[in-house]
């Protein structure tokens, strides 16, 4: 499983971004994606995870400001950002979990930085 993601940038707080992370390779055997970001300093932690079923989880930080979306036709994830507030400001990665071979996969990191 490869994953390749985009849409990482530079906004200003209060707007928005949309970030994409596209899978190729064995893409019927993922299971859950996500978003997990790592702000400067600190530990990986998770912004949001959705299931093959649709089933969604998320951070109580991101909560109603971020919403996690896929489209399994085109074995993409999305993570549309709302509100954005400098805290947000991170290396955003995106995440994809194959039960059968107990495995995590990882794309390459987008930098979102939001300012003040």
């Known amino acids: 499983v490869q994953l390749q993601a985009s849409g990482g940038g530079l906004v200003q707080a209060g707007g928005s971004l949309r970030l994409s992370c596209a899978a190729s390779?064995?893409?019927?055997?993922?299971?859950?994606m996500g978003w997990y970001r790592q702000r400067l300093g600190k530990q990986r932690e998770l912004v949001a995870a959705?299931?093959?079923?649709?089933?969604?989880n998320y951070a109580d930080s991101v909560n109603s400001r971020f919403t996690i979306s896929r489209d399994n036709a085109k074995n993409t994830v999305y993570l549309q950002m709302n509100s954005l507030k400098p805290e947000d400001t991170a290396v955003y990665y995106c995440?994809?979990?194959?039960?059968?071979?107990?495995?995590?996969?990882w794309g390459q990191g987008t930098q979102v930085t939001v300012s003040s």
């Open positions: 390779g064995t893409v019927f055997t993922i299971n859950t």
């Open positions: 995440n994809a979990f194959v039960p059968e071979r107990g495995m995590n996969y």
């Open positions: 959705i299931t093959s079923g649709g089933s969604t």
